[in-house]
């Protein structure tokens, strides 16, 4: 029996998880090799309010022992005014350090079904399938010393980068292998022409570039990054960059398909184990509304099936099923394309439609 925990958090986690693990439930009862159990626990404002702290030892633990972990979101306007150090948002940094889960994976695909739902022009929408490789439990979200100084005159803060060349390393080589599964074309982002990390990063990414001479590696500036996105997106293939340049970029790379409501990711750590949660939030606007879209907690799902259990087959299958809902004009309100004037379904009845159309 293999463990899933499921950690649905806040604003609309619970619901879109439901329907993930609905989902998972159906997919392993076709396939025998798969034999999950679920259990569920807390994370982000909802352990706040019921234990005191954002992520309990005990949670950690039980993660610890699982084979994956199923997260759906943290946050929400009523622990806003919070202190950084014990608010929700802390209980997902918090997981990620605790288990090492270094590497983070953020593909963003466009749905045929999908391009005119992008701000950009569908031809130049059209065709993108990329993957950010975002390194996960280092540079200036945990770098120390990390203060607010308000002893002098003044009040002063500080934040500090630090990576040393073995984190590095990993990740440019989880990027790489990525690449070479793919479209062999690696863009190692950074900001060298002004921080010595980024310095580091190049030399690094050089280096271990050495034992990947099939694939292609370009060195990119963030914030030209960011314009390229924009104007090219579809000469991107696997962009592998430092915890912060990856946040903004995989928001970015995600908005450009169309809705952050349909992009999954996975963060792993060595060893494999694997949490796979929704790039989007908590959007607390719509919570308990059955307004989410839960695509991309489904195929957060999908993504856990193929890294924690090889199950390439049943991930596929997944991935069909929504791709084939989506053809079939099936809209949450996030999806909605300009002009389409079909009635929206909520979250419940997307989880449906993705079940009928995997036979279930
Ligand atoms: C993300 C989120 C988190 C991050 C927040 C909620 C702490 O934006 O997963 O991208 O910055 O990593
Ligand atoms: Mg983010």
């Known amino acids: ?9 806040d604003g609309i986690g ?22 999950l159990k679920f259990e569920e626990a807390l994370i982000g404002g909802a352990s706040i309010d019921a234990k005191g702290t954002p992520l309990g030892d005990d949670v950690v633990e039980l993660c610890r022992e699982s084979r994956a972990i199923l997260l759906g979101a943290v946050g929400g306007p009523k622990w806003d005014d919070m202190p950084v150090d014990t608010r929700p948002e802390k209980g997902l940094l918090g997981i990620r350090k605790a288990l090492g889960l270094f590497a983070n994976l953020r593909p963003a695909q466009v749905f ?20 950010v490789v975002r390194e996960l439990t280092g540079g200036i979200y945990f770098g120390e010393p990390r203060e607010i100084d308000r002893s002098g005159p003044v009040r002063k803060a500080i934040n500090a980068m630090v990576y040393d060349e073995n984190e590095i390393a990993r990740i440019c080589r989880i990027a790489f292998e990525a690449a070479r599964g793919r479209r062999k074309h690696l863009t190692q982002v950074h900001k060298a022409n002004v921080l010595e990390v980024s310095q580091l990063w190049m030399e690094v990414c050089d280096e271990v570039a050495k034992d990947y001479p099939d694939v292609e590696l370009a060195h990119q500036l963030v914030d030209s990054c960011a314009m ?6 579809n000469r991107f293939d696997v962009i592998v960059t430092g915890n912060l340049f990856g946040d903004i970029l995989s928001d970015e790379a995600a908005m450009i398909t169309g809705s952050l409501g349909m992009l999954p990711s996975a963060s792993l750590a ?6 796979y949660e929704p790039v989007h939030g908590s959007a607390p ?9 839960p695509l991309a907690a489904i195929m957060s799902a999908a993504m856990l ?4 259990f090889s199950a390439f087959d049943a991930a596929n299958e997944i991935r069909d099923a929504v791709s084939s809902v989506l053809d079939a004009g099936h809209r949450t309100g996030d999806i909605v394309l300009p002009g389409e004037d079909r009635p929206t379904i909520g979250c419940v009845e997307m989880g449906d439609k993705v079940l009928e159309a995997l036979g279930s």
């Open 270 to 275: 060595e060893g494999g184990l694997g949490l």
């Open 305 to 308: 099936l193929e890294h924690s």
């Open 228 to 233: 390229l996105l924009l104007k090219e997106p």
């Open 14 to 35: 619970p619901e879109v998880t439901r329907q993930a693990q609905r989902v998972l439930e159906a997919v392993a009862g076709k396939h025998d090799i798969l034999n």
């Open 112 to 131: 045929s079904a999908l391009k005119d739902a992008s701000s950009l022009r569908p031809e130049v929408v059209d065709g993108i399938d990329m993957l």
């Open 285 to 293: 606007d719509i919570a308990g509304q059955d307004l989410a879209n």
């Open 1 to 9: 029996m293999d463990r899933i925990v499921v950690l649905p958090g």
